[in-house]
């Protein structure tokens, strides 16, 4: 719906009060999560018009049941409105909850079904109401083109240059392309890096060769810090220096570039890490 809270809703078997229910599904193969609690958007009766809400989500304190609650539950909301679609009434701006109303925002949801080849931008055939897209584009409506295998940044400071590799599907991994995802935009990994990871946590490299400008201690063989800080340490929530990091260097370590609905963005981790570890099929980058 935006950028934090896009997603895949699916028609729910049940309607509320009259009207349908529509639940966030995964984004990469449409099924329901396992374990990540989802988002939903009902219709509001006593606010007259469609909201999007989540059951750990609320404006203050209110353990009442979100659904019969709505008016005070609701993350967006809808112009007032009586209409059955809410593909339609999404043509009209919504009002966001960000911690204040924020007024007039413009949506967009859209029918993930295809009926035609044109409803897949001609890259691919309509088959049972999904596209099938050639292998020159990928995504639901076949909408991006097959991305490059390999990336190329340039770090104009120190003269040299960077590659990222596509993580290309394993024989073990259930991907519907043949490389790996994350929110429908392909995941890459740099590999074999050393050293404190300055320039990618945003640490000013030119400024300071270690942090606070001293010798670094207690460098890391491998991926050992990783296997010790296991326990404790979330690559997609914690940075390098807020686990303590700051006098750490560590000898292999790999950073894994992916999009997370709003932007992209590089976690580090250990050199031997399965994507699916991270951005498994219950992956989301905003709630659990």
Known sequence: LFSSLNGDYRKADNDFDGYPKWVEHNKENGEPFIKTVPAKIIYCRSLTAWVLMHTNITKFNNTKDDEVNCEDRWLAKSTETKSYSLVESSQDVWDLWTGIVLPGTSISVTCNECNSESDCNYNGPCKEKKCDCYESHFGQQCQFKTPCDVLVTENVDRGSQTQLMIIKKSEKQDMEDNFAKSYGRPIYRITGLSGVPQALLSVDSKKQDTPNGNE?????????????????????????????????????????????????????????????????????????
């Open 216 to 288: 670094v201690n207690n460098p890391f063989e491998d991926d050992d810090f990783f296997r010790e800080a296991r326990d404790d340490y979330d690559p997609l929530k914690d940075t390098f220096f807020d686990f303590g990091g700051t006098n750490i260097s560590l000898r292999n370590y790999d950073v894994i570039l992916a999009y997370s609905g709003s932007r992209w963005f590089g976690t580090i981790d250990s050199p031997d890490l399965e994507v699916t570890e991270v951005y498994n099929s219950d992956y989301h980058a905003f709630w659990k």
